[in-house]
């Protein structure tokens, strides 16, 4: 069974920092893995999507990186923003036996970035 | 925003009562994912529908069922609700070749559900 952990739980840091999300997984057979951020009591934001061939992407700011091998990835985030404060959820996109895929997602990390 | 849409944003309903939870899928997009997240948690996955088909399932009771119509909406049906059904269910949909997606699958903003 797939299991997704994500540390820190909560992070709160000033404005301007670089700061780092960190997830792991238990199964490394994986499609893909994708970062979402997720405001209080709305929906999904996919945020960055790295294909399982794949060891990093960037989009902006946000830099995720992929090591299937040891079953982690990172989000990094270049000088915080207030408007950063959210939370960002990791899942991972396994395919089943029968040829479906599905998310395994993290308790994700809540993060709030004060000005 | 993604052209997910779900209804209704929110519902009370009692326990033992039963519930229909709408999505709209965005346009080009064949299959939809259900998901339910409680409170602090990440969500779950519920099934999937894939062409008007369900093609898989987690871990949840027979109570939970669903449909995907022709133009690829889709329900979330929840028969003798349980307290423990409060959640936040969400939609995703993309667009799915043999099962697998091609894309990021894009959520919509989801229906809040409280059973009293």
């Known amino acids: 069974k797939q299991e997704v952990t994500q540390i820190p739980a909560a992070l709160s840091v000033p404005e301007g920092e670089n700061l780092v999300l960190n997830c792991s997984f238990t199964?490394?057979?994986?499609?893909?893995l994708q970062w979402f951020r997720q405001d209080p009591g709305k929906g999904l934001t996919s945020l960055l999507l790295?294909?399982?061939?794949?060891r990093e992407q960037t989009s902006g700011r946000l830099n995720a990186s992929l090591d299937k091998s040891s079953g982690r990835s990172t989000l990094y985030i270049a000088a915080s923003q207030p408007g950063d404060s959210a939370t960002y959820l990791c899942?991972?996109?396994?395919?089943?036996?029968?040829?479906?895929?599905?998310?395994?997602f993290g308790k994700g990390t809540m993060l709030l970035v004060s000005p | 925003e993604t052209g997910v849409t779900q209804s209704p944003t929110h519902l009370i309903k009692t326990r033992g009562q039963q519930v229909t939870l709408r999505c709209s899928s965005q346009?080009?997009?064949?299959?939809v994912s259900w998901y339910q997240q409680a409170l602090g948690q990440g969500p779950q996955f519920i099934f999937q529908?894939?062409?008007?088909?369900?093609?898989g399932r987690g871990n949840f009771p027979p109570r939970f069922s669903g449909l995907q119509f022709p133009n690829y909406s889709s329900e979330l049906n929840v028969n003798a609700l349980e307290l423990d059904d409060s959640a936040l269910y969400l939609c995703?949909?993309?667009?799915?070749?043999?099962?697998?997606?091609?894309?990021?699958?894009?959520f919509g903003p989801g229906t809040r559900l409280l059973v009293l």
């Open positions: 995703a949909s993309s667009f799915n070749v043999g099962g697998l997606p091609q894309e990021t699958q894009y």
């Open positions: 199964d490394s057979a994986i499609y893909n």
């Open positions: 790295i294909q399982s061939s794949q």
């Open positions: 899942a991972v996109n396994r395919v089943r036996w029968s040829g479906y895929s599905t998310l395994t």
């Open positions: 346009s080009g997009h064949n299959t």
């Open positions: 529908y894939y062409r008007e088909e369900e093609n």
